[in-house]
């Protein structure tokens, strides 16, 4: 809800129809900063939706040649790469002479075999849902028994006076 104070010229790189590919632009058109949500896509998602400000910056796309490599979670479609690929691909784009993002994509290959290999050798798989018996379920007998002796005390201060006046800031109970 609170705008991020983001330098003149910033983009943000994100799958949108209107979105200009990154990779066509002159030099003169490239953005001089970019913007990428970092997170699952649902909740990239989201965010980019509970954020006008972001939507409201110049919009990028990349076109991979190629899928993703991220083995860990699934993309939901065949364009879409993972946060590091998609920083990686950017930076192709905008400096293609940049010493290192091979190394930086090794590394994010190293860390997805890791990650399989472990997911391969758990015992439980971490999509997997646990149940729990309906008495794992039930309150605490603590909290059940002599309910009468249970007092509950909630405090908020104003946080308008603590800001304009901290001196004198209330604790409101209820």
Request: net charge negative; aromatic share 4%; hydrophobic share 35%.
């Amino acid at each position: 809800l609170c705008p991020v104070k983001v330098p003149p010229g910033t983009g943000l790189v994100y799958p949108h129809p209107d979105g200009q590919d990154l990779c066509a632009l002159s030099e003169q058109e490239r953005p001089p900063h970019l913007v990428l949500i970092d997170g699952t896509w649902s909740q990239a998602h989201r965010l980019y939706q509970d954020n006008p400000w972001l939507q409201r910056l110049p919009h990028y796309a990349i076109r991979p040649a190629a899928k993703s490599r991220y083995l860990v979670r699934r993309e939901p479609h065949e364009h879409c790469l993972s946060t590091l690929e998609a920083a990686a691909e950017a930076l192709r784009c905008l400096e293609p002479d940049l010493p290192g993002l091979d190394d930086l994509l090794a590394l994010f290959d190293r860390m997805n075999t890791d990650q399989v290999t472990r997911r391969e050798n758990s015992v439980v798989t971490p999509r997997e849902k646990k149940t729990r018996s309906r008495a794992s379920r039930a309150l605490p007998s603590a909290l059940v028994e002599g309910l009468d002796n249970i007092v509950i005390v909630h405090g908020q201060s104003s946080e308008l006076l603590l800001r304009t006046d901290p001196q004198h800031a209330q604790l409101f109970q209820g």
